[in-house]
């Protein structure tokens, strides 16, 4: 089975050059609606753009629920260097939620979040 999280974003192009930056991988796609990047052999973060999830579920949708710039998901991460993703999402325009640091469950994380609101944790097991 493949997963794919799907964030719906409110600019695509700067959401790509984001995690782009971020995850430091060109995306397995790019075409007008829909960004993919690879995370693994069995997962894929795909970049939505707002009005694409409108056309295609209308007539469904709450379309008042669709808030720009409040916390909407967490994408949490499990990768060797942390600090490094980290630092590269600051970088790139991420606002620092939580500084890396143990917690509690037996992992090393930090928090931050993306210009739409998702949140992205950088985490790596205790050692």
Request: proline letters at 5%.
């Amino acid at each position: 089975m493949t997963t794919h999280f799907i964030l719906y974003v409110s600019d695509q192009q700067l959401s790509k050059n984001f995690y782009e930056e971020v995850l430091a991988i060109q995306p397995r796609l790019n075409v007008p609606g829909m960004t993919e990047f690879q995370l693994s052999s069995t997962s894929v973060l795909g970049l939505m753009p707002i009005e694409g999830i409108k056309r295609l579920l209308s007539d469904k949708l709450p379309l008042n629920k669709i808030a720009a710039g409040i916390l909407k998901a967490e994408l949490y991460l499990m990768v060797d260097k942390p600090e490094e993703y980290h630092e590269r999402a600051l970088k790139s325009g991420a606002v620092e939620l939580s500084p890396l640091q143990i917690r509690d469950w037996g992992h090393t994380a930090s928090y931050c979040m993306d210009q739409d609101g998702n949140v992205i944790a950088f985490a790596k097991i205790v050692e």
